[in-house]
């Protein structure tokens, strides 16, 4: 298993950035590819990307691509979301989450970290 925590998140104007960490304990980080996810309040969770073990990112196909990037340290065990050109319309908890190597579900979560951006 993988122990997962977020921290990062607050408040920001539009147009600003804000860099999310996700912090990994447990088994070897190397051996999971990173996602990141968020939900906004009354919505579903919905994907926003992810990291290979490999550094390869993906991203969802809505807005947010060309403004996040997602990095990761397999050194030190994190995974960033770096957010850049912040809308309000991004205001969500962010989750980061983790999908062991060959298979198909992310199953393991962080708590969330909260991302209200303002106008």
């Known amino acids: 298993q993988v122990q997962l925590a977020e921290s990062g998140g607050g408040l920001v104007q539009a147009g600003g950035s804000l860099r999310l960490s996700c912090a990994a304990s447990?088994?070897?980080?190397?051996?999971?590819?990173m996602g990141w996810f968020r939900q906004a309040a009354g919505k579903e969770r919905e994907f926003v990307g992810k990291i290979t073990r490999n550094g390869i990112q993906t991203f969802s196909a809505g807005s947010v691509k060309g403004r996040f990037t997602i990095s990761r340290d397999n050194a030190n065990n994190k995974v960033y979301l770096q957010m850049n050109s912040l809308k309000t319309e991004d205001t969500a908890v962010y989750y980061c989450?983790?999908?062991?190597?060959?298979?198909?579900?992310?199953?393991?979560w962080g708590q969330g970290t909260q991302v209200t951006v303002s106008s």
């Open positions: 989450a983790a999908q062991l190597t060959g298979k198909a579900t992310f199953d393991f």
């Open positions: 447990g088994r070897t980080f190397s051996d999971y590819h």
